[in-house]
């Protein structure tokens, strides 16, 4: 099998993962204020994939011939595909948000314009506007001769149409709209079961000509109007700086970045649209301009007020107790000592994680506690429980990755309060982003020492942890444990890059001991034996993993792939993908954990991982893939995701040609709504085993 293997771009692969989260907007079996919520969750999906994508795209294009050559693909050519696509979703978004307004309205859930508000609140709105958002406001007149002011991203601005008085000349004018500080949502009062609101946009709109009219202007029409720059970061080769100092300046740069799309209403009239594509010095070849609806920022959607009406939200039952941890007399430690801790999140409670953490920072026996951080939450209780260790006299050290795309300043942030506190902050590793999750507690018990490990698939994210779902294992296994000290012993020293006997390592082992694994099932069929792979990650687009799929595929193998997000591999392809099978879950939960599993002669081998099937996870980042020696782990591991398999709702067929149709449930089969069966199962279990 050659280079040129069968492979669907991972960015057009993207947008049709995108796609599946505008399905359950649509989706009516989602209560009503979820759907819109998920609106705002595919909004702020497109943002980052612009600002991040579609950026590194068009620097691609500077490249010309040479692009092609390392892309395998004509960037000018892409972006377009990518343009048309996104339009034809934008055009879906907009009908949807119409058909949504209407159905809100058949539940006593009215979002009202500046015109369609009733008389009734004229007042209230005037008030309002002088009260709490003028002060906010900062409106800037466009030099018709000048450069055009600067737009930021994530922002979205009103773009405004003025004609003087006297002169009966055309300006413009820009407010932005001032959601960092106001909510994008203003409940207007009420007393009866209607609720209305109306959207800050149109609150300024309604008082767009007392701005105005003091200096000579009428309002002739105002559009909205949002600005996406390129977010990348840029981290050059000078070690004479210290990475804090260059994420910091990377951050005020990522500002100031090169734009990549402008979305627009698309009942702007032409001049205004041209007089501003002409001032930013836009173009539709190279740049992306996006008709839109009347509103933009629809990420503000994800958090669109509840309005007292929890039958049109999800009813997401209570974390799972385990009840052997809930009625246990001793720390937990102990009890990990005799055998190993799973957690599934969220449907387990994350408190037993920090649980964990916080007796670790008092027990006496613990000496040390040694972690990786890529995402924390602001007020993070993981991050307080480190820095009471250091107050109770333990060595902690900390593995901040400063690069975690867009939570940079919050991680800076909180290395430097570890740092202050006196944890050993450590800011990764050159040229190596550190994505793994661990932690190893060491400590004395009586004359044993010992420690404890936790290998999960998620952030150690409290925030997170109750929508995406995830794996955390916490283990005293001594060839792991001992793994894990050789992987923190290289964080802190990069020349000591040690061997690892159990656990897998990118960029060191990883990728070869995957493949490894795949031709030993390959070699089990030509034996005459069953064999079978089933993969869970979040995206599956690196060519020689998939090569090798493909080449199990040929073999007979049969191959089950869940991949939440860009799958490049063709699945339906005589030769090639006979054997495979692929599915995507896109749910209430944001399906995060990645599994490994393979039949190996009915002796499975199952590992969770940090890492996807990535180019960049298996070469470029530190991940772990860890493996499950628990018998009854193994178990709960191969039954979650034989549901995630057999399930009937929710889940997507991964086809060929990317259709995302719905696996359906055939006659006479019990509905199975894949995270709906998953906490059930776990609720069982629970109370099994107390």
């Known amino acids: 099998m050659g280079k040129n293997i069968p492979y669907i771009n991972r960015e057009i692969s993207w947008l049709s993962f995108n796609e599946r989260v505008l399905q359950e907007a649509e989706d009516k ?16 999906n497109r943002d980052e994939f612009y600002r991040i994508r579609v950026a590194t795209i068009k620097r691609l294009l500077k490249l010309k011939d040479t692009a092609i050559e390392i892309y395998g693909e004509d960037p000018e050519i ?75 991203d994530k922002y979205g601005y009103l773009y405004i149409k003025l004609l003087s008085y006297e002169k009966k000349d055309t300006r413009y004018a820009l407010i932005e709209i001032p959601t960092k500080n106001l909510s994008r949502f203003v409940i207007l009062p009420s007393d009866d079961e209607e609720k209305y609101i109306i959207l800050l946009d149109d609150v300024i709109r309604f008082n767009l000509n007392d701005i105005f009219s003091v200096f000579g202007f009428s309002v002739v029409g105002s559009y909205k109007i949002k600005f996406t720059r390129d977010s990348e970061l840029e981290v050059d080769n000078d070690f004479s700086e210290s990475i804090l100092e260059k994420i910091s300046k990377g951050l005020k ?27 930013l010095g836009m173009s539709n070849i190279q740049d992306t301009l996006i008709p839109g609806g009347r509103y933009h920022n629809f990420k503000d959607f994800i958090n669109f007020p509840t309005l007292g ?18 009625n246990l007399k001793t720390p937990i430690i102990d009890l990990v000592l005799k055998e190993d801790l799973f957690f599934h999140f969220p449907y387990h409670s994350y408190n037993y994680l920090i649980r964990i953490l916080q007796e670790a920072s008092i027990d006496p026996r613990v000496q040390s506690i040694s972690i990786t951080l890529y995402r924390l939450a602001e007020s993070s209780k993981i991050a307080n429980s480190l820095i009471n260790a250091v107050k109770n006299g333990k060595k902690v050290t900390a593995v901040v990755e400063l690069q975690a795309r867009f939570d940079e300043e919050n991680n800076i942030y909180w290395s430097e309060k570890l740092k202050e506190e006196g944890v050993e902050v450590i800011y990764g590793v050159r040229g190596l982003k550190i994505h793994s999750k661990l932690f190893l507690i060491e400590g004395k018990n009586g004359n044993d020492n010992f420690k404890i490990a936790h290998i999960g698939t998620g952030n150690f994210n409290e925030k997170t942890s109750k929508i995406y779902s995830d794996f955390s294992l916490i ?45 030993k099932e390959m070699k089990n069929v030509r034996k005459g034996f069953k064999g079978q792979i089933i993969l869970k990650v979040n995206n599956l687009v690196d060519k020689e993993m998939i090569k090798h799929l493909y080449k199990a595929s040929r073999e007979g193998v049969k191959i089950y792939l869940i991949v939440r997000s860009a799958c490049s ?9 006979d054997n495979i099978n692929a599915y995507s879950i896109v ?30 996870n298996l070469d470029y980042r530190s991940e772990v893939a860890c493996p499950i020696y628990d018998e009854k782990i193994k178990k709960l591991i191969k039954d979650i995701i034989n549901i995630q398999l057999s399930g009937n709702q929710k889940v997507r067929i991964i086809d060929r040609e990317q259709t995302n149709k719905y696996k359906e449930c055939k006659p006479g089969e019990p509905i199975i709504r894949v995270q709906d069966k998953t906490y059930e199962y776990l609720y069982n279990l629970s109370y099994k085993e107390s």
Do not use: W
Not at 311 to 326: A, M, Q, R, S, V
């Open 29 to 44: 079996r989602n209560p009503l204020l979820e759907r819109i919520r998920f609106l705002g969750i595919f909004s702020n």
């Open 78 to 152: 892409l972006l377009k595909k990518l343009q048309n696509k996104d339009i034809l979703l934008q055009q879906k978004f907009d009908k949807l948000y119409q058909d949504i307004l209407e159905e809100l309205k058949q539940n006593n859930i009215y979002i009202v314009n500046e015109i369609e508000v009733k008389k009734e609140y004229h007042n209230y709105l005037k008030l309002f506007f002088e009260k709490e958002v003028r002060p906010s406001l900062f409106p800037v007149i466009i030099d018709n001769d000048g450069p055009f002011p600067f737009l930021k």
């Open 253 to 279: 740069s990522r500002e100031k970045g090169e734009p990549v799309r402008l979305v627009y209403d698309k009942e702007m009239p032409n001049d205004m649209l041209e007089f501003i594509v002409k001032k």
């Open 309 to 326: 009406k929890n039958h049109l939200t999800f009813n997401n039952p209570d974390p799972i107790k385990i009840l052997k941890l809930e």
């Open 475 to 519: 283990t005293s296994h001594k060839g792991i444990c001992k793994d894990v000290g050789t992987l923190f012993n290289f964080y802190k020293d990069n020349l000591k890059i040690g061997e690892y006997k159990h656990i897998f390592v990118s960029p060191f082992t990883m990728r070869q001991q995957l493949i490894k694994l795949i031709k």
């Open 569 to 577: 591999l063709v699945t339906e392809l005589s030769g090639y993908s």
């Open 587 to 616: 749910d209430k939960y944001l399906e995060h954990s990645r599994v490994f599993i393979f039949y190996n002669c009915g002796d499975e081998k199952i590992f969770i991982s940090s890492a996807d099937l990535m180019t960049r």
